[in-house]
């Protein structure tokens, strides 16, 4: 056994996200990690990857509790991949990778020849050997994230943990990072664990799902056994069909365009979601099952969110792939708004992209609009602008906006039903 997670709790303060949560990896293993938003499953992999201690139960790495063991003898075994928004300094991509020697030098050693070996062949199966003397900020969403796998490489782990490394990448990079990551498993022999929100991505590429639901383990097995309507139904709340053609193709998940395509005949109420990520998926198929009229923005071309809002006919407002919101944008957003019943903001991670997003929220809940929080993860955990986004969103807690736990209270909210007897 690999890795061994064994009956973990854990949580931040008094309150406890992940309870009783056990997992086992083996050699070159691809598990993923699904679940809705603010389910628990990142925290599991902070667990996992010795960023959080667990309040009871045990990680084992290869038989050993990892909290004893050194950070230094962790990374030579075990690597993380965060999601690419760190990477905002202009530091060259050679160097970047470089990084991740560390565990293997001594303090205040220089990096040898070997370790100039080791990047260079990191760099060159993540195919990035060409950018190696270019700055880290300047490159795409995709380009950033195989950095960051090299830097991960560079490590020489036995396991690769990855935090969602498919957000806020258009389709065709989400492909490439996922064809890499087979490609790394089967030539490295690389065992896997990734944190993943689109399904139909973790369906087609891992061998193994583990579904996380109110900080429980609700599911586990392979995609055949795990990928199921009734599974949907009963974690995300939505109908959908499950397709498999035949016994080499992956289940896939299909919507009902058709059923939503009846709802918005009969629309009156209108309802703006603040998104991105994938955070606003679950609430444009939830609203629309409740017969809103949804609207989003602003997201980027390519966002899983601009995928699904295409998909089920949503009016958004949308920027370039991996561009900040510019002032058109924000201002088609803000008529949006000034239209809407009710603004939703989804629990989403915040960039010095998408930051113009917040403050438009801020300043609408400022005027007395009905803006609705949902504040299902600390913000800590997701303000990724050095603490810009923390202190506008702590404003907008004490602007006036009401503030709830999930989607669903944000649903029943608007339809005038006491949430607080959920």
Not at 212 to 235: F, L
Not at 297 to 326: H, K, Y
Request: contains cysteine; hydrophobic residues 40%; glycine residues 10%.
């Amino acid at each position: 056994m690999l890795l061994n997670i064994l009956g973990v709790t854990c949580g931040y303060g008094a309150s406890h996200v992940l309870k009783d949560a056990s997992l086992q990896v083996n050699n070159s293993d691809f598990v993923g990690i699904v679940g809705p938003n603010g389910s628990g499953k990142s925290t599991l992999l902070r667990t996992i990857s010795r960023v959080l201690q667990p309040l009871h139960g045990k990680v084992l790495l290869e038989e050993e509790d990892i909290y004893h063991m050194s950070s230094a003898k962790v990374a030579k075994k075990m690597a993380v991949v965060t999601q690419e928004q760190g990477l905002d300094f202009p530091f060259l991509v050679r160097d970047v990778v470089m990084m991740g020697r560390i565990p293997h030098l001594n303090r205040f050693e220089r990096e040898g020849l070997k370790d100039q070996e080791v990047v260079a062949r990191a760099m060159e199966l993540t195919d990035i050997s060409l950018l190696a003397e270019r700055q880290v900020n300047e490159l795409s969403g995709g380009e950033k994230q195989r950095v960051l796998i090299a830097r991960a490489l560079a490590q020489e782990p036995r396991i690769l943990l990855l935090d969602e490394p498919t957000s806020y990448l258009d389709l065709n990079y989400q492909i490439e990072i996922m064809e890499l990551l087979v490609r790394l498993r089967r030539d490295c022999g690389l065992t896997i664990v990734m944190v993943l929100h689109d399904l139909n991505l973790a369906s087609r590429y891992c061998d193994y799902l583990l579904v996380v639901k109110d900080g429980k383990i609700h599911a586990g097995g392979t995609p055949y056994q795990v990928i199921t309507a009734n599974m949907i139904k009963e974690v995300y709340g939505c109908e959908v069909r499950v397709e498999c053609p035949n016994s080499i193709e992956r289940p896939y998940i299909v919507f009902y365009p058709e059923e939503h395509g009846a709802i918005r005949e009969s629309r009156e109420r209108w309802v703006h979601v603040v998104g991105g990520g994938g955070t606003g998926v679950g609430l444009f198929r939830n609203l629309l099952k409740s017969g809103w009229k949804v609207s989003t923005g602003v997201v980027n071309i390519g966002d899983s969110d601009w995928q699904e809002a295409c998909r089920l006919g949503v009016s958004m407002t949308a920027a370039p792939p991996f561009c900040n919101v510019g002032i058109k944008e924000v201002m088609q957003n803000k008529e949006m708004m000034n239209q809407a019943d009710f603004i939703i903001m989804a629990g989403i991670p915040f960039g010095t992209g998408n930051l113009r997003n917040l403050e438009c929220v801020l300043e609408e809940a400022e005027k007395g609009g009905p803006v609705i929080v949902v504040d299902n993860i600390d913000i800590c955990e997701r303000d990724y602008t050095g603490g810009k986004a923390e202190d506008i969103y702590k404003k907008l807690l004490k602007s006036g906006a009401r503030i709830v736990n999930s989607e669903w209270e944000a649903i029943m909210l608007m339809g005038g039903e006491d949430v607080n007897a959920i």
